[in-house]
């Protein structure tokens, strides 16, 4: 499976963005895919999950309610709405995958990754 992220870039702080992240490859309805992101001097945090055939989502509580996981089954898209952008949103964001029907945070579990795309957030 290969994942292609995109849709970063500087935003205004309480503006708000989509992020997109292309599929492609040997992918299947029984995966489960994934936003994470890194923001400078950081490690890498779980955002939000989805299940790619059910749709059933988990966030990351600092996320909830200004981020939306979502997906496009006909475009094999995985797309991250974020509202309300705020400076500690600054970050790259990587967008996972696996197969499985279990929605998990731990990056460890993923076993695609793509490129990741920058987001920067000003005041």
């Known amino acids: 499976v290969q994942l292609q992220a995109s849709g970063g870039g500087l935003v205004q702080a309480g503006g708000s963005l989509r992020l997109s992240c292309a599929a492609s490859?040997?992918?299947?309805?029984?995966?489960?895919l994934g936003w994470f992101r890194q923001a400078p001097g950081k490690e890498r945090e779980f955002v939000a999950c989805i299940y790619w055939r059910g749709g059933t989502t988990y966030y990351a509580d600092s996320v909830k309610g200004r981020f939306t996981i979502s997906r496009n089954h006909i475009k094999d898209t995985l797309y991250l709405q974020i509202q309300n952008l705020k400076l500690e949103d600054t970050a790259v964001y990587y967008c996972?995958?696996?197969?499985?029907?279990?929605?998990?945070?731990?990056?460890?579990?993923?076993?695609?990754w793509g490129q990741g795309t920058l987001v920067t957030v000003s005041s």
């Open positions: 490859g040997r992918t299947s309805s029984t995966y489960v």
């Open positions: 996972a995958a696996r197969e499985g029907t279990v929605l998990r945070a731990a990056e460890s579990w993923y076993a695609y």
